[in-house]
């Protein structure tokens, strides 16, 4: 089953304005991730924000983490057409073990 | 640096049969990690392994297996193919087992069953 769950779980905007997608999970975290997936190929790595983090920037991205509502949102700055691709938040709640959890993801379109 | 590689690509099976898939992690990379994404859903944690021993493993039925070998590659065998089988499989290395690192995922191994 998927602890996290993004919204929206579509969005399409034009070149040059900010997307914000967001995430809501269940339980206690240790860290919350956002990965990118283009088309089917596999994950990269976005960013990393530990439970004890607020807030936590990357070039154009910008992650939030609110535990005590359990959500997170990521913001994309500036969008291009190269940022078009899935966009997935991943917890992981386990000591000692690397258990993601991923959410159903969100599919940004950029258009030109 | 070569990032982590999955073999093979693309693969047609039959219900009923097995299918090995392999991974090599990122060069020094000890724990690696498998997991599988069914079209239009986000990816479902199968196992992990670091030093060669099982980590973790998800709630995936016994005829999903896997192993890890001396120079940290790992194979995933899945037995008696099911139509629920068919996705993309992808398996990530890190550096470390725990919670604290980052994954980096190969770009999978996309099986059908026929």
């Known amino acids: 089953s998927q602890q996290g769950e993004e919204d929206p779980q579509a969005l399409s905007i034009q070149e040059g304005e900010n997307a914000t997608m967001n995430c809501s999970y269940k339980t206690s975290i240790n860290n919350l991730q956002w990965y990118r997936q283009n088309s089917g190929r596999g994950l990269v790595h976005l960013i990393l924000?530990?439970?004890?983090?607020r807030e936590k920037h990357s070039g154009r991205l910008r992650v939030t983490l609110d535990t005590s509502k359990k959500s997170s949102s990521l913001l994309i700055t500036a969008s291009r057409a190269a940022d078009t691709a899935s966009y997935f938040c991943?917890?992981?709640?386990?000591?000692?073990?690397?258990?993601?959890?991923f959410g159903q993801g969100t599919r940004l379109t950029i258009n030109p | 640096d070569a990032g982590v590689t999955q073999s093979p690509t693309h693969l047609i099976k039959t219900r009923g049969q097995q299918v090995t898939l392999r991974c090599s992690p990122i060069?020094?990379?000890?724990?690696v990690s498998w997991y599988q994404q069914v079209l239009g859903q986000g990816p479902q944690f199968i196992f992990q392994?670091?030093?060669?021993?099982?980590?973790g493993r998800g709630n995936f039925p016994d005829r999903f297996s896997a192993r890890q070998f001396p120079n940290y590659s790992s194979e995933l065998n899945v037995n008696a193919l099911l139509l629920g089988d068919s996705a993309l499989y992808l398996c990530a290395s890190s550096l470390s087992q725990g919670t604290t690192g980052e994954l980096f995922f190969g770009e999978g191994s996309r099986l059908t069953v026929l």
């Open positions: 392994y670091y030093e060669k021993e099982e980590r």
């Open positions: 991943a917890t992981n709640a386990y000591r000692g073990a690397q258990k993601l959890v």
């Open positions: 924000i530990r439970s004890n983090e």
């Open positions: 060069s020094g990379h000890k724990s």
